[in-house]
């Protein structure tokens, strides 16, 4: 049963990220701030360390084509991002240790790397008018507030589940 979870899950959050964008952009003082929820990238990322790379890029590929029909219409920006941060992201944790504070920061780091390549692509091909500083300050500090909340309060959770199905898994 748990074996369906894991993309269920994955599917889930792809679904719930439109709702919470609605929440965006929120207007403090003289400035407006654009909060960009990136849940199923950070499930991706613990997927990757936690239990395959391959399972990971597999469900980033299909997941970043879906975001790309659903979000963007330009298809290909996020179908290969997703993958290639999961990619990073394996490559990254086996330097260090695979404890969940790490994993929570390596995140981090993964979704302002995608933030960061995402803006740069849209200004190459001017989706987008706004100053690298400006895009700083309005939507990538914001971002990464928001996420680190909900990886915050769902980092634990994603652990447990991939572990419990690595543990399945293996049979034990």
């Known amino acids: 049963m748990i074996r369906f979870i894991i993309p269920l899950i994955a599917v889930i959050l792809f679904f719930l990220e439109p709702v919470f964008s609605l929440f965006s952009p929120v207007t403090i003082g003289d400035g407006q701030y654009t909060l960009v929820p990136r849940f199923v990238i950070v499930y991706l990322i613990f997927i990757a360390v936690y239990y395959s790379r391959q399972r990971a890029i597999i469900y980033g590929i299909a997941l970043g084509l879906l975001y790309d029909m659903y979000h963007i219409d330009i298809i290909g920006v996020y179908t290969f991002l997703y993958p290639v941060i999961c990619y990073l992201a394996t490559l990254i944790i086996r330097q260090v240790h695979r404890h969940i504070i790490t994993v929570m920061l390596l995140s981090l780091l993964m979704i302002a790397l995608l933030e960061i ?6 200004s190459l091909i001017a989706l ?32 447990q589940l991939i572990d419990k199905r690595g543990l399945e898994k293996a049979g034990l």
């Open 117 to 122: 390549a995402s803006y740069f692509f849209a």
């Open 128 to 159: 987008t008018a706004i100053g690298f500083e400006d895009f700083l300050m309005s939507r990538l500090s914001p971002t990464m507030i928001a996420n680190s909340i909900f990886i915050c309060m769902f980092g634990y959770f994603f652990k």
